[in-house]
């Protein structure tokens, strides 16, 4: 096969990781969405090979999650895209909000993953209404926590794999085709010279082995890679990177905190510099990769949403192999902010957007890349040919604070609202902005219109329960993450959620000994020795302060401090808490100790009700 090129890409590090793989019980049947109705659209290719196009389904890239338009039961929602969920997914609290009703599954079938293992159930959607076409009676797994950026689900690869897929995240595009006669064919229609390709094998797949997995180098070493757009960033397993030369203690490699899939659990990352990244015919030198212990059966790496959104690629799931070319710039780094070069790609195809949705559809597109120069550009020209639509001028207030430009970034989030005033999302990124600028009584208005006009069961209610907690509104703090916990018990987040609200209840001291309950739950929950551990022993030391229990109030401040020796709170508490046990100079000797790390400690404290 001719037209393949070497290319050389040095990247840098990228984003995180959110995604969990899913097994299913074998016992378990589902109906297959049928999309193949659709009107078929002729596309060039060889005479020997029948190449049609079945639909060119509108991706919108939020950040590095691409999501898609749809409707369950005529209620407007997204979905995720994800190639590396094995069945279409919608969350729990999605599910009780949309009004789905559920029934149980076989005994004994979980879904499992990054973050560990949960429980499912079956929801029936009357009618899915997906690009333009309704689908009667559609079945989708409920479990795990949030997908979070606004989307209810998953479409998975029950979806995708009904034909061949194109991804072209690059332009805001998914496309599946259907191929018939194509062996020995580039099915790669778009490459034309000077642009080069690369072809992979990739493994067979079924309905219980659905996933696009081929072969991949990694320092010389072969490793099985999944194309996966659910996955935020690429991330290898530990043993990949053991494999290559790197383990967690090697020179060079940091801590990159950790990260959440499917379960209630987090699995702790690490950056490392490995000198080649070779699949195809393109090596990446010199790449920075996450790696942690992200416990796949099938898979050694999974190549996220920073790889499809700088590579088009197309998966012949009919012929078993896998086309792409390279897109120009960052590859696995796609928080640089220097915006990427454009691969020959963009010269060789003069299709611009023909509307505002293309614009828009590619302007968020270039947003995900980091490229904020030319995302400005196309949703700028959406918003020009589209002034009354609402969802450009918010997407392009994203880009616009994104790009530390709060001044246009407020313009838009006002005229998006002005449009459009009961968008929660609008209202909560214009409170957002305003509490940035100081604006508190601003936000506050916006934060109080999203609590009416959002549904109990919300995600965005975590978030709104931080953002009243920041301002100092402790029991509506509190209210917010009553109700997000009500609905998000197998949420990654959960254990945030439980130590955010023992913070509010100790802060206020009340309901003192649930606050205690749902610190010690929290650090049940949270990875030992992250941010979030030490904050929560803190935060259970205050509670027991507060309690008189000034014993076990020490021993959380003491293991807090052995962490994170600097955490004025904490020595400012032991303090107060020795003093109390007729340990004065010990406790004199960390309040002294607390007010050379923090002056105001000591006012924190007393605006509290809390004195030595």
């Keep these: 096969m001719t037209g393949r090129r070497l290319l050389a890409v040095k990247s840098e590090t990228g984003k995180s990781f959110n995604r969990g793989r899913h097994t299913l019980c074998p016992r378990l049947c589902f109906a297959v969405l049928v999309v193949m109705g659709l009107p ?20 919108t890239m939020e ?18 895209i994800d190639s590396g969920a094995f069945y279409s997914s919608i969350s729990p609290a999605s599910a009780a909000q949309l009004r789905l009703r559920l029934s149980p599954a076989p005994f004994g079938f979980y879904l499992s993953g990054v973050g560990g293992r949960t429980d499912a159930s079956i929801a029936t959607v009357k009618v899915l209404t997906f690009a333009g076409v309704p689908i009667p009676n559609v079945q989708f797994l409920v479990g795990g926590g949030e997908v ?32 018939e006669k194509c062996e020995h064919t580039l099915l790669a229609y778009w490459a034309k010279e000077p642009l080069p390709y690369s072809l992979i094998d990739i493994d067979r797949t079924t309905a219980l082995a659905p996933h696009t ?40 490699v940091v801590d990159a905190g950790y990260n959440t899939g499917i379960g209630r659990s987090a699995v702790k990352t690490y950056l490392g510099r490995f000198s080649s990244f070779k699949i195809g015919d393109e090596e990446i030198r010199n790449a920075q990769l996450r790696f942690g212990d992200i416990g796949l059966d099938n898979a050694e790496m999974l ?39 454009p691969a020959a790609e963009d010269h060789t195809d003069p299709n611009e957007p023909v509307n505002a949705a293309g614009y828009s559809q590619r302007g968020n597109a270039f947003a995900g890349r980091r490229d904020f120069e030319h995302a400005l550009r196309d949703l700028t020209h959406a918003c020009e040919l589209a002034p009354d639509n609402a969802e450009y001028f918010y997407q392009r207030g994203l880009v616009y604070r994104e790009n530390r430009q709060p001044e246009p970034a407020m313009t838009d989030f006002d005229r998006a609202i002005e449009l459009k005033s009961t968008d929660v999302r609008f209202l909560a990124a214009r409170a957002a902005l305003r509490l940035e600028r ?19 069961e919300a995600d965005l209610r975590l978030s709104l ?12 703090s509190i209210a917010q993450f009553d109700l997000w916990i009500e609905f998000h018990h197998d949420d990654a987040r959960l254990s945030q959620a439980l ?8 802060l206020l001291g009340e309901d003192l000994s649930k606050a205690q309950s749902d610190c010690s739950a929290a650090l049940k929950l949270a990875p030992k020795g992250s941010s979030l551990y030490v904050q929560t022993l803190e935060h259970r030391g205050l509670v027991r302060l507060r309690l008189g229990d000034y014993e076990k109030s020490i021993a959380d401040y003491d293991d807090s401090l052995k962490l994170a020796p600097g955490n004025y709170w904490s020595l400012y508490g032991r303090g107060i808490a020795k003093i109390r046990r007729q340990k004065t100079a010990e406790g004199q000797a960390d309040l002294e100790a607390a007010k050379k790390l923090s002056p105001e400690i000591a006012d924190a404290f007393a605006h509290r009700g809390i004195n030595p």
């Design 40 to 59: 078929c659209l002729a596309a060039p290719a060889p005479a020997t090979c029948n190449l049609r196009k079945l639909v060119d389904i509108p991706v």
């Design 63 to 80: 950040g590095t999650r691409p999501l898609v338009n749809a409707k369950i039961n005529d209620e407007d929602v997204q979905f995720t």
């Design 148 to 179: 979070g950026r606004g989307s209810v689900g998953l479409l998975g690869q029950n979806f995708l794999r009904l034909a061949d897929v194109e991804y072209d995240l690059a332009k805001g595009a998914i496309r599946l085709w259907r191929s």
């Design 213 to 252: 997995i081929g072969t991949a180098f990694l320092n010389g070493a072969k490793i099985r890679v999944m194309f996966d757009t659910g996955a935020e960033t690429s991330v290898l397993s530990l043993r990949a990177a053991e494999r290559a030369g790197i383990k967690p203690d090697s020179a060079g």
């Design 303 to 341: 190549l996220g949403a920073d790889f499809f959104l700088s590579h088009r690629i197309y998966v012949s799931n009919n012929l078993h192999e896998l086309f792409f070319t390279y897109n120009g710039g960052p590859v696995f780094d796609l928080e640089r902010r220097s915006p990427a070069k």
């Design 438 to 456: 100081g604006d508190t009584d601003g936000a506050m208005a916006d934060f109080d219109a999203v609590d009416r006009l959002a549904p109990k």
């Design 465 to 476: 329960a931080d953002d009243y907690g920041r301002t100092d509104r402790l029991a509506r």
């Design 499 to 506: 130590s955010g609200r023992c913070w509010a209840k100790a």
